[in-house]
């Protein structure tokens, strides 16, 4: 009898580095969707529907916008079973506000989209919240979600 599904919520820094191929990141980030890929539903990557608009381009656009990329940009969003959006509602904004709120109380600096993303991984109920933005980590405490970096609990032989 297979558990419960396991959900992981991404930073849009994660899909940056996953569409822009980034030779470090890349071959976690690829074994992670892979696993995802090969889980028949039970694991998801979350995030919040702003993602599709901080990733509007890729890295090579900065050049001239391709549509190309456009096209692999929709492929990502519309893959539903890898990604599930969150959509923005009265009780993520609300949750968002509140940590902007607690923030400002303990001296901590957080903008707004950071704070949507963080309420929208509560919100979600995920198990853990993966991003390689390190200012995330002191809300962990405040959320109640593992905060950390991306990983693959064993790493994958490489096609021989």
């Not at 890729?58 to 456009?70: H, I, K, N, T």
């Not at 600096?109 to 980590?137: F, K, M």
Request: glycine residues 4%; hydrophobic residues 40%; charged residues 25%.
């Amino acid at each position: 009898m297979p558990g419960p599904p396991s959900y992981v919520y991404w930073d849009s820094d994660l899909f940056l580095a996953y569409l822009n191929a980034e030779p470090k990141r890349l071959p976690t980030l690829d074994a992670i969707v892979q696993d995802i890929r090969d889980s028949d539903g039970s694991k998801r990557i979350v995030t919040s529907v702003i993602s599709k608009v901080e990733i509007a381009f890729m890295a090579y656009e900065r050049r001239g916008l391709d549509p190309v990329a456009e096209e692999r940009i929709d492929a990502l969003w519309q893959d539903s079973a890898v990604v599930e959006l969150v959509e923005l509602n009265d009780e993520i904004a609300r949750q968002a506000r509140t940590l902007l709120r607690e923030s400002l109380a303990r001296g901590w600096s957080r903008n707004p989209r950071d704070v949507i993303h963080l309420a929208s991984a509560q919100y979600a109920n995920v198990n853990e919240c993966h991003t390689y933005d390190e200012g995330w980590d002191k809300y962990a405490q405040l959320i109640g979600v593992k905060i950390c970096r991306p990983y693959v609990a064993q790493a994958r032989l490489p096609n021989l």
